[in-house]
């Protein structure tokens, strides 16, 4: 036995054949070439951010920079603003995907209980919101005048904490969780919220952890609910409305000095275009290693004995 254990062992480590290696070094050229295309773009705009104003006007972008400048970064950053409205989004990011997780995993898992009569009416009314939309003129008027949410952050936070493909999402995940866990906990005498928190969501880490990416992910890049009901008088604005409020301004300001003949230097309006991508999507790139082996690993649940 030992030295048939020794001989697998020792199958384990054969030799691959001609047709294994053209496979496997066909793959690997494949998904380098793939990551070369997609780290390349992220390149050009980290390369284009630091070069100066004339030299991208006329060339056009550059992923090496040419005439190094940081110009476009003193820009964004000036007055200090910039650091409040990552504040408010890294807050607004961690509490609402804390509460979108809770709320999606709760509903996900009502909407899968064979002992829940109304789940089936109501997985149809989620499903069914997300054909239909009363519009954007009722949708305002509900926001500001019925909920009084308007100049508030109440207003960007609680429409993203939930959507019906999630919460469809999330019941497909629990759906894969056999029911007789759920029962088996009863048979102990837990309660729902400790058979939820003790038995369900311990399976549900894989799930947890794309919706609440998705979620991170929502949150880190709004700004049109921003637009929609902060005014003016909000001084403090989230991370993308504040940098898109940059680049409007920029380029308002070079058509008015255009337009009055009125020469002040290259003011930096396309590299500011491209500092403001790199000090957006950096940050959120950080969170990907943390979540990148729930989404390879799959979803695995627990067998049941019987």
């Not at 476009?72 to 961690?94: F, N, P």
């Not at 500001?144 to 993203?160: F, N």
């Not at 952890?209 to 403090?236: C, H, M, P, R």
Request: hydrophobic share 45%; charged share 10%; glycine share 8%.
């Amino acid at each position: 036995m030992a030295k048939n254990s020794n001989n697998m062992q020792q199958g384990t480590k054969v030799k691959l054949g001609a047709s294994d290696l053209f496979i496997r070094g066909f793959g690997y050229t494949l998904v380098t070439l793939y990551a070369v295309c997609c780290i390349v773009p992220f390149l050009i705009i980290l390369g284009t951010s630091f070069t100066s104003e004339s030299y991208v006007t006329t060339q056009g972008v550059t992923l090496i920079p040419h005439e190094f400048t940081m110009a476009a970064y003193e820009m964004v950053v000036k007055g200090g603003r910039i650091w409040q409205s990552y504040i408010l989004t890294i807050t607004m990011t961690v509490v609402g995907t804390f509460l979108g997780l809770m709320f999606i995993s709760m509903a996900g898992y009502a909407l899968q209980r064979r002992d829940f009569p109304f789940r089936n009416a109501i997985s149809f009314y989620i499903y069914f919101t997300s054909l239909f939309s009363a519009g954007l003129a009722p949708y305002y008027l509900t926001m500001t005048q019925r909920y009084h949410l308007r100049d508030s952050y109440l207003a960007v936070l609680i429409p993203l904490l939930m959507s019906p493909w999630l919460v469809i999402l999330m019941k497909n995940f629990v759906k894969a969780i056999p029911h007789e866990i759920s029962e088996s906990g009863k048979i102990d005498g837990a309660g729902d919220m400790r058979i939820f928190v003790s038995l369900i969501l311990p399976m549900l880490k894989p799930a947890l952890a794309t919706i609440g990416l998705f979620l991170a992910l929502g949150y880190w890049n709004e700004w049109y609910q921003s637009s929609l009901f902060l005014t003016s008088k909000v001084d403090i604005k989230p991370l993308q409305y504040y940098l898109y409020e940059v680049v409007n301004k920029a380029d308002a300001l070079k058509n008015s000095v255009a337009s009055q003949f009125v020469t002040i230097g290259n003011l930096p309006t396309e590299t500011v275009k491209m500092a403001n991508a790199m000090l957006a999507t950096g940050p959120i790139i950080l969170l990907y290693p943390f979540v990148q082996k729930y989404f390879i690993s799959g979803l695995t649940v627990g067998a049941v004995k019987g």
